[in-house]
């Protein structure tokens, strides 16, 4: 089964990705912050970070950088309400994809989906 780490501080947007995700067959580790991700990330094998940019203590695009370092093979995913934002992720993170919300959960499974597609 893919398991996907998702990174993101706003509880209910959390729990509704979370919960998408699970629907579609994934399984998800959830944590409120990037620092929290870190641990994780040390300590298991996760197919995906799906992190949103901005959170408090390390943001997205910072936690994406340590995960390459510590675990290379794991895709990268934001998700993210900020433009400008979105365009820093795409300099910094070139191989992440950013998907810019306000957005459907069909609309992130469809795009969770397709970076696995495009692994097979």
């Known amino acids: 089964m893919i398991r996907i780490l998702l990174a993101e501080d706003e509880e209910a947007m959390r729990t509704y ?3 998408a ?6 399984s998800v580790v959830a944590v409120d912050r990037g620092t929290a991700a870190i641990p994780l990330l040390q300590r298991e094998q996760f197919d995906l970070l799906l992190s ?4 408090p203590e390390m943001d997205g695009i910072e936690l994406a950088q340590r995960c390459s370092e510590i675990s290379p093979a794991t ?3 934001f998700i993210t309400g900020f433009a400008a934002v979105s365009l820093k992720a795409n300099r ?3 191989q992440a994809r950013v998907l810019s919300k306000p957005f459907h ?6 795009e969770v989906d397709r ?3 495009d692994a097979a």
Not at 21 to 26: D, I, Q, R, S
Not at 52 to 55: G, Q, S
């Open 75 to 77: 895709k990268v995913m």
């Open 52 to 55: 949103d940019i901005v959170m």
């Open 17 to 19: 990705l979370a919960r």
């Open 21 to 26: 995700l699970e629907n579609a067959g994934y």
């Open 92 to 94: 910094e993170a070139p």
């Open 105 to 110: 959960l069909r609309d992130l499974v469809m």
């Open 115 to 117: 970076i696995f597609a």
